[in-house]
């Protein structure tokens, strides 16, 4: 079921930015993290799980690495193909392997490096045969998986220092993240000059961000 959700998502989102010609990335980042906060407040009002306070610091440094990362790996899908988006996925796992031994020198196991074997072999074969990538949605695309890795890593610090489960968090994080690429889309989605969104949605930053904070406050 996670896979065929993730697979859908991805498919929904490049027949939105293809298809009906919605180049808006991180618009389309925003309502999902819009979505996804709505829906995590429902399961609370529903008791599948309880509502934990956080420490704020900790919440809007995760929410940050979330709007990086979800953000930047839409625009590559944006401007890249599918198979490209999915290339950038799936490098994570070696990437990651690879800064933890650089960074912590944490050695990885003969059965995990075995496993890792397949994946590099096929992200080999899928870089040759799917070559359909620009050099924008290609600089997005490394810098999504170096901020995916990161943040990746540091989940579990983030969890014990916050006191929630992954699921607590995302409640907290989802409308920081939301906020965030609101912020960010009139200055990297491709809005035209004349654009009313594009002038009026840069005055209203300041109120945009007044409002959301005074609404995740009381939460």
Known sequence: ANVASVVGIVAVNKHIQVARGFQFALLLSASHFVFTSLFLRVLVLAGVFKHRQAPTRAVLAKAALDTLSVGMMNVSLNKNSVGVFQLSKLSCMPVT????????????????????????????????????????????????????????????????????????????????????????????????????FWTAGVRAFPAIADTARAAVGEL
């Open 97 to 196: 392997v690879l800064l933890q031994y650089l960074l912590f020198r944490q050695p990885t196991s003969i059965r995990a490096g075995l496993s890792l074997l397949p994946l590099c072999l096929g992200i080999g074969i899928a870089t040759v045969s799917d070559l359909q990538a620009t050099v924008g949605g290609t600089v997005f695309a490394g810098g999504a998986v170096l901020v995916t890795v990161i943040s990746s890593m540091l989940t579990r610090s983030f969890i014990s220092v916050t006191g929630c489960d992954s699921l607590q968090l995302l409640y907290h994080t989802a409308p920081w993240a939301a906020l965030g690429m609101l912020l960010l889309s009139p200055l990297l989605d491709p809005y035209p000059p004349e654009a009313l």
